[in-house]
């Protein structure tokens, strides 16, 4: 039910030492909406129990949902914060043509639903997991709220990205948010140029609302304290499932619960061949819920934004609660695997087109 694939010295790294949590410095989040509902357990099991009483930090990194999952990592209580975003995300309720203002007022309502009153000072705080949210600054065409407008700048960068994701740098810079004592760096052989924003209890719902903040479905958002006026929009236009390098002062391995054994790097990838660069993962270990998990889900696929389209409310919401109950399935086999320490699960990770 669960696909465990290593990148070159991630596998080499195991081979020699086990798998244990802490070889592990890192753990990615990728875009992708309600697909993450395929991680809940897992997201549970690691920081209920795997990642329990470390002592030496942990850098979450996220964009767009995987952002709002770093948030709720990095609070005190993370299961039961994970388990609020689930719950309240799975039981959203839209009308029949809602606006992005009726959207970008429901994220609204989540992140404060997330947080609760201590959620941000124990993220900001946290000197163990340590959470960062990716965000877009949007520059151009893509900048305006207007639809017509900004669809003619997204089509744009849509046609430079085909040309070379290098090219998405005319129109947006990379924000990462983090705590101030963070020494993570994003090492990008795309040469996107990133910044680094500390948290403060000002800019840190700002950053994590922008970094979910959608193109053409929910508002961008505007003058990030702290940070230069403009407008940030969702960090998975640039790192949607992510191809880059992560280094800091204590270097390990990645660990990336992820819903698609073929990561694309950003959100204008999803229907291209590009794939991302085996350099890029060559400290990842990614887990994956397998074909034959997927199929035995209703509707035989992982939750994702089109069901607020084709299903009806009370449908989707039974479907996705489903689904956030059968994710505890991989945890279960994943703790199998730890006990087991049966390394020949693991799969040597390969970038397919």
């Known amino acids: 039910m669960l696909d465990i694939y290593a990148g070159s010295s991630a596998l080499k790294t195991i081979q020699e030492h086990g798998f244990k949590q802490e070889l592990f410095t890192n753990f990615l989040g990728a875009s992708g909406g309600p697909k993450w509902f395929s991680l809940f357990g897992l997201d ?7 990642f329990q009483g470390r002592s030496t930090e942990l850098n979450v990194i996220g964009s767009s949902a995987g952002a709002f999952r770093a948030a709720c990592f990095a609070q005190k209580n993370p299961v039961e914060a994970i388990s609020r975003l689930a719950q309240n995300y799975a039981h959203t309720r839209y009308n029949k043509t809602p606006s992005a203002d009726d959207i970008s007022q429901s994220a609204v309502s989540m992140l404060d639903h997330l947080f609760q009153d201590k959620g941000i000072d124990e993220v900001i705080n946290n000197p163990i997991i340590k959470a ?5 600054k949007s520059y151009g065409l893509t900048s305006f709220e ?11 960068s849509m046609l430079l990205n085909k040309v070379s994701r290098k090219l998405l740098t005319l129109q947006y810079d990379r924000y990462i948010y983090r705590p101030k004592s963070s020494t993570l760096k994003i090492s990008d052989p795309y040469k996107i140029t ?23 479905v929910m508002n ?4 990030i304290s702290g940070s230069p ?35 694309k790097a950003g959100w204008f990838d999803k229907s291209s061949n590009r794939q991302v660069l085996a350099k890029s993962y060559k400290d990842t270990v990614l887990l994956v ?4 998990f997927i199929a035995s889900l209703p509707y035989q696929k992982i939750p994702d934004r089109d069901d607020f389209k084709h299903l009806d409310t009370d449908v989707r919401i039974k479907y996705w609660s489903n689904v956030l109950c059968d994710a505890d399935r991989l945890a279960e086999e994943f703790n199998h695997f730890i006990h087991q320490q049966d390394l020949s699960k693991i799969k040597p990770f390969q970038p397919k087109l």
């Open 44 to 50: 549970k099991y690691f920081f209920g129990e795997f």
């Open 132 to 136: 960062h949210f990716i965000v877009a």
């Open 146 to 156: 207007n639809k017509l407008v900004q669809g003619v700048g997204l089509l744009g």
């Open 194 to 216: 990133s910044h680094y924003v500390d948290f403060t209890p000002e800019n840190i719902s700002e950053a994590l609302l922008a970094s979910g903040s959608i193109p053409m």
């Open 220 to 223: 961008g958002i505007k003058n």
């Open 229 to 263: 006026k403009g407008i940030y929009r969702d960090g998975g236009i640039i790192d949607y499932h992510f191809d880059f390098s992560l280094t800091h002062k204590a270097q390990g391995l990645t660990l990336y619960p992820h819903f698609n054994p073929t990561p």
């Open 289 to 292: 819920p397998s074909a034959q």
